[in-house]
């Protein structure tokens, strides 16, 4: 499989700390690759410093082909990478038809509001809020929130979807039928690089993962090697 994105030797400090240090990864063609690793081990920088939201202090990101590290987060979406955020976003007194839109207007193939509006509604369907297309974004709960999220990263139409901890926090039945979606988000082909503690969710979803301690990359393989590599299983316990 050709790669879809790749990092080379990127870090990224604040002040003393090294968040990521030196992260090289690849990303092929309709992957789904899990990001693990413990609290503060860089897995959000990471995703931070692919979408712009962040400038590495070093190394490089090449995304089909091009240079984006040095790029803003606005042309980097326009790129074809779209994302959710741990701590959701959505624009509380806009509709949810409307907040989806707006990832359509300012997404990889940007259109005017009332093509925006058409694209809206069938991702609505798909991340189960249709019949609410037309109630603002504040009355959902903070799970529905993170359904609309997904649901304005796709309407972005994204080549690369990166998703931060977006299952986490759903209860049993919950979390089943977001694992189904992203499973059918990636039967479609879209690639996708998920920060995910569940790691249920992952050996469910994931044909590779990357864990990540202290900003380093630490073992890569498939979840079942990935997981069970003694650095990974320490890194989790503590020394
Ligand atoms: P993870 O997503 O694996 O939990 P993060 O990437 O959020 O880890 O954080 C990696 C390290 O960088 C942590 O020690 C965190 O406190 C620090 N960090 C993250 N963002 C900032 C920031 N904006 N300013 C200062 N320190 C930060």
Redesign the pocket.
């Known amino acids: 499989m050709q790669p879809l994105i790749e990092l080379h030797g990127v870090s990224k400090s ?2 003393g ?1 090294r ?2 240090d030196g992260l090289t990864a690849t990303i092929r063609r309709g992957e789904v690759v899990g990001l693990v ?12 410093l692919i979408t712009g939201n ?1 400038t590495a202090d070093s190394g490089a990101i090449v995304f089909e082909g091009r240079n984006i590290e040095r790029e803003a987060a606005h042309r980097i979406t326009r790129a074809g990478i779209a994302r959710t955020f ?1 701590l959701v976003r959505v624009m509380p007194t806009m509709t949810l038809a409307e907040n989806v839109a707006v990832g359509a207007m300012f997404g990889a193939r940007p259109c005017g509001p009332s093509e925006a509006e058409e694209r809206a509604l069938p991702l609505l369907v798909r991340v189960g809020l249709a019949p609410r297309a037309g109630e603002r974004a504040q009355s959902l709960t903070y799970i529905d929130q993170k359904r609309l999220e997904l649901a304005r990263a796709l309407a972005a139409q994204p080549n690369l979807l990166l998703l ?1 901890e977006w299952l986490a926090g759903l209860n049993p039945t919950e979390l089943k039928e977001g694992i189904a979606l992203i499973a059918s988000l990636a039967r479609d082909g879209l690639t996708i690089v998920m ?1 995910e503690h569940v790691m249920d969710a992952i050996r469910a979803l994931c044909t590779r993962c990357i864990v ?1 301690n202290a ?1 380093a990359k630490i073992a890569e393989g498939t979840p079942a090697e990935a997981l069970a590599d003694p650095g990974v299983v320490k890194a989790y316990l503590g020394d």
Do not use: R
């Not at 690793?37 to 931070?48: E, F, I, V």
């Open positions: 604040f002040g700390l968040a990521v690793g413990p609290n503060g081990s860089g897995k959000t920088t990471a995703l931070n962040l741990q931060d920060v990540m900003g």
